[in-house]
Every structure is written in structure tokens, then in C-alpha cells.
């Protein structure tokens, strides 16, 4: 089944700088990559998507990114304020009824 | 409340109990799904359900056993658990029955602790 692997577990940034979160897939059968953000005590919410025949793709100051080939797609997160701050997962569907999780990423802004 | 409904929001049980959780979703999707959610594994995919029918079950224990009599409603019945299933229950649903093509929208979980 498909594995998705997410990297850094945390994260830790000064308040305006960048945050790069990273994930690798292993089902290239896979075509479609969410990102889902997790406040603490709140439930997971889609924050930017990507399918397989796009590269890049940027809403505001997200921004996600995909290389087939390599099987990996990252999140970029720019200008950071400290309400960025949460568990980040990323996700893909291996079989098309489900998305497999990778293992969260708890990024804290620092002002 | 709108969106994706689970009740109860928290639950203490003994391990000789028998107890459901209900989920209720309100957006005309066709597809829900049961995710277990603790420390030690973030978000793990439990069931799956399209068109009220099951298409997957992710080597759950028995003993939870989930029940889809509608598109809107999901139940995850829970007899006889171990301390080692307490965590927080997510339900999810998505549009269509491709649901993994789909954002899920998750409800706010029930959080479940077996003493």
C-alpha cells in the first residue's frame, strides 16, 4: 500500500521567515496531494491541493509543489505569522476511495 | 452546527462496555470514513465508505465495527476495547464516491478514553 513519509516531524520558525515541509510518496498510481492543517484541539482542514498534472500550484502565501518523477511534493509556507502555527499533514490516495497520511509536521511560529 | 456532526464529543467507557459513535454529515457527500487519531499515529484510516457501502477496512480489530445505513450517517460500534484504543475518532465525508480525489471534511472527533 501506498507510504507517505513527511519530514521535518517539527519545526520551529521566526515570525516573516519561511517554512518548507516536506513529504515522499511511494504509489505512483497516486494522483491527487492535500495538505491538511490541525490547530491545536480543532479538526484537520484542507488548505491547498495539487493534483498529478500540475507542478505548482499557490494560494496567498502557501504553496505547494510536486515532482512526479522523484515521488515527493512539498509545502511551502512564506512570511509567517504565529496563527501558521499547528500540525501540518500531508496526504495521497493510493487506490482512489482513501488518502493515506503521512505523520504530521507541528510547526511553531515564534514572534 | 453545520458541516460534519459527531457525538458524543467525549467518552469514558470500561473495557466490558459496549458504546457507538455517531457521525452526521450535512453536505450531501457520498463518501465517509472512520480515522483513529493519537501520538503515536497521527491520522490512521480505519474504514471507508462509499454509496453507503464499505470499500475499506484497514486490518481494524474486531471489536470496533462500524455501521452505514445512509449516505448522511455513520456509526462506529465499540464493544469489549483495551486501554490502547483510546484516542481521538474522526469522521470524515467527501463528494462523490471517489473519495480519495476529493477534500475530506473532518468533524471534531470524539474523544474516547477505555479505563
Redesign the interface.
Known sequence: GENVEQHPSTLSVQEGDSAVIKCTYSDSASNYFPWYKQELGKRPQLIIDIRSNVGEKKDQRIAVTLNKTAKHFSLHITETQPEDSAVYFCAANPSGYALNFGKGTSLLVTP | ETGVTQTPRHLVMGMTNKKSLKCEQHLGHN?M?WYKQSAK???E?MF?Y?FKEQ??NNSVPSRFSPECPNSSHLFLHLHTLQPEDSALY?CASSPRG???????Y????TRLTVT
Open positions: 463518501a470514513y499515529k497521527p491520522l484510516l471507508v462509499n470499500t475499506e474522526l471517489s473519495g480519495g480525489n476529493y477534500e475530506q473532518f468533524g471534531p472527533g
